[in-house]
């Protein structure tokens, strides 16, 4: 920097200087000094270059200058460290006389205005050295945000504070102010937040920019932050946002409170698919040392089965771990027959030794609760399940079953439910159909007594495929739209994608690919939606089929190609057997055929062979089209040649 450089920038600052204590806003806002990237810092997130607002981010600019200068500890008039800072504090900011200030500094006027260059002189090089490396950039943006709010009216700046308050995922409610700020008018503070620039306004909701809450917290107290937080936590469980009330109850200290509420409500968070949004907090409470006993045990139950729902095994079991360690009975069963779960799905082993544990452990209690009585005999059943489904052990099953049935209370509807739902499934591995629809209602009755809309969605959902299968379509579809009803006023999207899965199995067991399509793509997007990839594989599927049944192949190749990957992905070997499967039914899928070589296929899902005096019969074309043809799918690995001379025959390859 040069001599000259310097000059004109202290020539530039002293008449900002002036036209700002002259009250000048027109010249001011006319300064060089607007070119600088220190001016620009000062205009709030969306203010436009106006006059008035280039005029006050010049302002601000000096003043923060001028702070920049105030030396720390209690003020001085007559100290030398005070001098600059006094002088242009108490002078430009002020509006003091120049008499006034020389009084005060214990010196003559004319000294005063000798010093006052001075103070402009090393003002303006503390705002260049700025200008030149911003190295306090961030701090000039909250000075000049904290300079809007203080010069706003007591009821702006309340209503402020509270935006700075309210969590950034959760916007504040415009019809929630008169509850919040009952004795305010929001009316002009609104209008006058809006006209600095600090309120962001999307419909009925209401927010503050990010740098515009990290200012504020600086004038924030603890007492009223805490307070808002746990109004507004109030307010969002009338509402029904649960989340955003336990967030608002975390933020405010009063932990106990959020984890109660997750634990209250988890099945509304997981019908407003907010699980995943849920893990960050979820994550800090359970990092709470306050936190602890049954209360903990209780929140390590949802972080698995929050786990659980967002496929993470390793999680899962891991959180019903931590809660294994709880003294209290009924958690520890809990935490056992949940843990044995979601082993089911990867260590059979393991899964059957948390059952017999737990078994044995309550077997072992001179005395059990009703709670507990109830546990043992829903672990009863899901073991009769496994023996049933994993083990083909259809005796140990009845056994299971039994053991469960002597432990229902008469009015315990809901386990009676479970419990005939299994024995359905017990008749349908013993080929008992009409044992199977007929149990299978009972489990519908008991389960509408018990109003459980979960359990009334699966058993609906499984009463309509025992009617499907028992080639009832009509009967089974009503159950299956009676399933999707319940799923549906529940907010159930992942029960919403079974029921429409259902009825598109239906009509493509009728032969009816067009609607079955209808159903299966409702369905898809639900799957992708709730981010569901088992039930999005087995919908690839049956998409993949019914397109290639209407010969819609450039639907049916795209949705097998995501079903392959998915499986790849999953690891699912027996869904990449099924898959190779369609290849050998409609090779199509993997190859370009035309009209006479797709009729060619279609014989040869019927036929053993094909020759090619069959070819040219079937299609009616030359023999050596046939050749051609028969050749181009042998090059696709569609079929191969097997035999010479005349006995020369064609069939499909083994994929």
């Known amino acids: 920097m040069n001599d000259e450089t310097m000059t004109q920038f202290v020539t530039m600052i002293s008449h900002a200087l002036k036209q700002w204590r002259d009250g000048d806003w027109l010249l001011l806002s006319q300064s060089p000094l607007i070119e600088s990237d220190l001016v620009g810092a000062a205009l709030l997130p969306n203010e436009p270059r106006t006059m008035l607002s280039l005029a006050r981010a010049i302002q601000t600019t000096l003043r923060w200058g001028i702070a920049q200068l105030k030396p720390s500890g209690e003020q001085d008039w007559l100290a030398n460290r005070w001098r600059q800072y006094n002088l242009l504090h108490h002078y430009y900011e002020l509006g003091w006389l120049a008499a006034d200030v020389a009084e005060q500094l214990a010196i003559a006027e004319q000294t005063f205005y000798d010093w006052r260059n001075q103070a402009v002189t090393l003002l303006s090089h503390t705002l260049f050295e700025e200008a030149q490396h911003a190295q306090l950039a961030e701090q000039r943006k909250q000075f000049a945000i904290l300079s809007h709010y203080d010069s706003l ?14 969590p950034i995922e959760h916007p504040l409610a415009l019809d929630w102010l008169p509850r919040l700020l009952p004795d305010s008018d929001n009316r002009a503070s609104l209008a006058t937040l809006e006209s600095h620039y600090l309120l962001q306004q999307a419909g009925q909701r209401l927010m503050v920019a990010l740098p515009v809450r990290a200012a504020l917290q600086q004038r924030l107290s603890a007492e009223e932050r805490i307070g808002w937080l746990v109004q507004l936590a109030r307010i969002y469980r009338q509402t029904k ?37 849920m893990q960050p907090l979820l994550t800090q409470l359970l990092a709470t040392p306050q936190l602890e006993g049954e209360l903990i045990a209780a929140l390590y139950l949802v972080a698995g089965k929050s786990a659980e729902y967002l496929d993470d095994l390793p999680s899962a079991i891991d959180a019903y771990g931590h809660a294994l360690a709880t003294d209290n009975l009924l958690q520890k069963a809990q935490a056992y027959h949940r843990r044995a779960k979601v082993y089911q799905r990867v260590d059979l082993d393991q899964c059957l030794n948390h059952y017999q544990v737990c078994i044995d452990l309550l077997n072992r209690q001179p005395e059990l609760s009703s709670e507990l009585q109830r546990r043992l005999a829903q672990m009863l059943i899901d073991r009769g399940w496994i023996n049933l489904q994993e083990r083909l052990d259809f005796t140990q099953a009845d056994a299971d079953l039994n053991a469960a049935q002597a432990l229902i209370t008469p009015n315990d509807s809901e386990t009676w439910a479970r419990l005939y739902d299994a024995r359905s499934g017990l008749h349908v591995m013993e080929g008992n159909s009409a044992g199977v629809i007929q149990t299978r209602m009972r489990a519908w009755i008991a389960a509408e007594e018990s109003q459980n809309s979960e359990l009334m969605m699966h058993i609906a959902h499984n009463l309509g495929q025992d009617y499907i299968w028992d080639d009832q379509h009509e009967k089974g579809r009503e159950f299956l739209n009676r399933s999707l009803a319940i799923a549906t006023a529940s907010d ?28 299966y793509l409702q369905a898809h997007k639900l799957f992708v939606q709730t981010k569901n990839p088992n039930w999005r594989l087995g919908c690839c599927y049956d998409l993949t089929e019914a397109f290639a049944e209407l010969s819609r192949w450039e639907e049916a190749r795209a949705y097998f190609a995501e079903g392959r990957q998915l499986a790849d992905e999953l690891g699912h070997q027996r869904q990449r057997q099924q898959f190779a499967a369609l290849i050998e039914k409609y090779p199509s899928l993997v190859a370009t055929v035309n009209d006479r070589q797709q009729q060619a296929i279609n014989y040869l899902h019927d036929h053993a062979a094909i020759s090619r005096a069959d070819y040219v019969k079937l299609t009616d074309v030359s023999k050596s089209q046939a050749h051609r043809d028969l050749e181009e799918l042998i090059e696709q690995g569609v079929i191969e040649r097997v035999g010479k001379g005349r006995a020369t025959r064609y069939v499909l390859v083994s994929h």
């Open 241 to 277: 946002s649960p989340l955003a009330a336990a967030e608002c109850y975390a933020a405010a200290g009063e932990h106990d409170r959020s984890a109660r509420l997750l634990i209250e409500q988890w099945q509304t968070l997981v019908n407003q698919q907010k699980v995943t949004e």
């Open 492 to 519: 159930n999207l992942q029960l919403q994608g079974m029921g429409y899965k259902g009825l598109g199995a239906s009509f493509a067991l009728q032969e009816q690919y067009e609607q079955a399509v209808a159903f």
């Open 153 to 166: 009216d007591s009821d702006s700046r309340r209503l402020l504070r509270l935006l700075a308050t309210v």
